[in-house]
């Protein structure tokens, strides 16, 4: 069961400017999913960003926006992202089942749509790294809950080099380099 960039999508959940100041882990959550997005860009992987409330919590995070600029974002008002009708419809319509999920809060709307994809009938592998909330015990349940229903936790280093499959061409040697510069400074600044 290993992910292929041709069957995924990386959904990411809620990074807010006006919730992300109150989560426990915050910017290492925006970071890594910048650097999976980033990646995922390079390897035509679509990125989906949502956004719950935004006029209360405002706009998706500016550096995944100015790092994304490919992403679809969607507005919410469900917690859980796939129980809005045209969302659901649009990953329908995307033939994409391996849904690579990160984002905030992790025990209430990334956990609420890993549960929904997987009702649905969605992979889910939660992106460990990227996914937080405000207290760090409520991350961990939102894992294993989501984890005991069938989703897989991972790692971005995981993902990435399963989207890679190989070394011996063109996209490898650039993305490499990418993830290289991005590791070696792994916190980001953008």
């Known amino acids: 069961m290993r992910i292929q960039r041709e ?14 100041p109150v989560i426990d882990g915050g910017d290492q959550a925006t970071n890594e999913a910048a650097w999976l ?4 860009g390079e390897l035509d992987v679509p990125v989906w960003l949502t956004e719950q409330y ?3 919590l405002g706009e998706t995070e500016p550096r995944l926006l100015k790092g994304l600029p490919g992403a679809i974002r969607w507005r919410k008002v469900h917690f859980g992202a796939h129980d809005e009708p045209a969302f659901a419809s649009a990953l329908a319509e995307s033939d994409r089942r391996q849904i690579v999920l990160c984002g905030a809060e992790a025990h209430i709307c990334v956990m609420q749509t890993a549960l929904g994809l997987l009702e649905a009938g969605y992979e889910v592998y939660w992106l460990v790294e990227a996914t937080a909330s405000r207290r ?4 961990r349940l939102a894992m294993t809950r989501v984890t005991n229903a069938g989703a897989v936790a991972v790692s971005a280093d995981m993902v990435a080099y399963e989207w890679l499959q190989r070394c ?10 990418h993830f290289l510069k991005a590791r070696a400074s792994r916190s980001l600044r953008f």
Not at 37 to 40: D, E, H, S, T, V
Not at 168 to 177: G, P, Q, S, Y
């Open 136 to 139: 760090r015990e409520e991350a």
């Open 168 to 177: 011996d061409d063109e996209r490898f040697k650039r993305a490499h380099r």
């Open 37 to 40: 997005g980033g990646l995922a």
């Open 54 to 56: 935004p006029d209360g």
């Open 7 to 20: 069957n995924s999508l990386l959904l990411i959940v809620d990074l807010q400017i006006g919730l992300l």
